[in-house]
């Protein structure tokens, strides 16, 4: 009789455990702030996103420049340092900015880094593999008439419990030719965080 009551009662406890530490997932809307850990997220991605891309569309570099040649701008995104204290992917805002240039019809974007290279190593396989009529051809790629560079930054002053992080995220385009630096953007982050 004791044993059937300690496995009964084990049961009972095996069942409660594993109910209260179901995991419970819930949709939310991305454009919610959640801050959970105090650290670069989602939400200050998007910020920055929103700003840089805001800033570089309305800058007077694409004015000028289609005033001087008559065409719009060619821009490639060059490399975006990450210098804070945290794992920043730097990709998810400036893919926002490429997007930004694209559909405001500001400038146009080609293709760089990794993506660039696999689309060249495409070309290359067509040069055996496709027919004459369809094969793409190199040389025939569109030079780019600015790069657009930056760095994310991050300080932090922390005591005891408390903590503030400050983000500044930069970015600048050069004009490729001759080196000048014709727009600088940014979007400054500060997070009080208390435990």
């Known amino acids: 009789m004791k044993k059937g009551l300690l496995i009964a009662v084990m049961s009972i406890v095996a069942l409660i455990a594993t109910t209260s530490c179901a995991r419970k997932v819930t949709r939310i809307d991305t454009n919610e702030q959640i801050d959970i850990s105090g650290r670069w997220n989602d939400t200050d991605a998007r910020l920055s996103a929103e700003a840089l891309s805001a800033q570089i569309v309305t800058g007077d570099w694409i004015t000028d420049y289609v005033q001087q040649t008559g065409k719009k701008p060619v821009v490639i995104v060059g490399l975006v340092r990450n210098k804070s204290h945290e794992h920043i992917d730097a990709e998810v805002f400036t893919k926002e900015v490429e997007k930004a240039l694209v559909k405001y019809q500001k400038a146009r974007v080609v293709q760089g880094g990794e993506m660039r290279e696999e689309l ?76």
């Open 120 to 195: 060249r190593a495409e070309k290359a396989d067509q040069q055996t593999n496709a027919s004459v009529s369809t094969m793409k051809k190199f040389g025939l790629e569109t030079g780019a008439d600015f790069i657009l560079q930056g760095t994310i930054n991050s300080v932090v002053d922390a005591l005891k419990k408390q903590k503030v992080v400050y983000y500044q995220v930069d970015l600048e385009l050069t004009n490729i030719e001759t080196n000048e630096k014709v727009w600088f953007g940014d979007k400054k982050i500060k997070k009080y965080i208390k435990n």
